[in-house]
């Protein structure tokens, strides 16, 4: 660790305190939280992250100031102390491993209920409030909705069409048995 590089997010942790109208704790306060940080092989207390004194080394793992509800100052990562505000008092600290609150519905859930993006990163609301979003807004302007589909199956013709022949070869057993109760269906009406 650069010593110039700490000393220098100390400052910062402190004037960004002032600004904020929190308790600015005293350059050897946070020193000390600093070591014991270190001490602790720089990982977040929360997430166990590694942590970095600055923004150009990853902006979310860079170590905060935070000012618990309870009065207690420490140091954790930048993405836990942005979370850290949308749960009630300090129960941030208290949610099981594996486990996220969402935002939406304010059930702790594992993270197995949370869709991810293709970067890896956990979507804030849970898949049930996710789907009841999704309805909801195609429910408000369907037309609209099936229009962009016809759009898009226009433009992307070959890749669907690819797209059912694989299907088609996957399933080939049980379709075949779909229709024969389709034919068979249909001589008896």
């Known amino acids: 660790m650069n010593r110039n590089e ?3 997010r100390i400052r ?4 960004d305190a002032h600004r904020n109208k929190k308790a600015v704790p005293t ?8 070591e014991l940080v270190a001490s602790d092989g720089m990982k977040c207390p929360a997430c ?27 140091l954790i990562c930048k993405g836990c102390n942005s979370r850290h505000h949308l749960h009630p008092a300090d129960t941030f600290y208290d949610l099981p491993e594996g486990h996220k ?3 939406r519905c304010e059930a702790v859930k594992p993270v ?10 956990i979507v804030s609301a849970c898949r049930e409030c996710e789907r009841r979003s ?11 909705k099936r229009a962009k589909h016809q759009e898009w199956l226009k433009a992307n ?3 669907v069409k690819e797209q059912r022949r694989k299907y088609q070869e996957l399933n080939r057993a049980r379709l075949t048995k779909q229709e024969r109760l389709r034919r068979e269906r249909k001589k008896a009406s």
């Open 134 to 144: 999704q309805l909801a807004r195609y429910h408000r302007s369907p037309e609209a």
């Open 112 to 121: 197995d209920a949370f869709y991810r993006l293709a970067t890896g990163e």
């Open 101 to 103: 609150r969402c935002p």
């Open 48 to 74: 166990r992250r590694a942590m970095n004194w600055l923004f150009k080394d990853g902006r979310s793992t860079v170590v905060t100031l935070q000012h618990d509800r309870s009065g207690v100052i420490r």
């Open 12 to 15: 910062q942790m402190r004037r």
């Open 157 to 159: 013709r070959e890749k």
């Open 6 to 8: 700490k000393s220098y």
């Open 27 to 34: 350059a050897e306060a946070l020193e000390k939280l600093a």
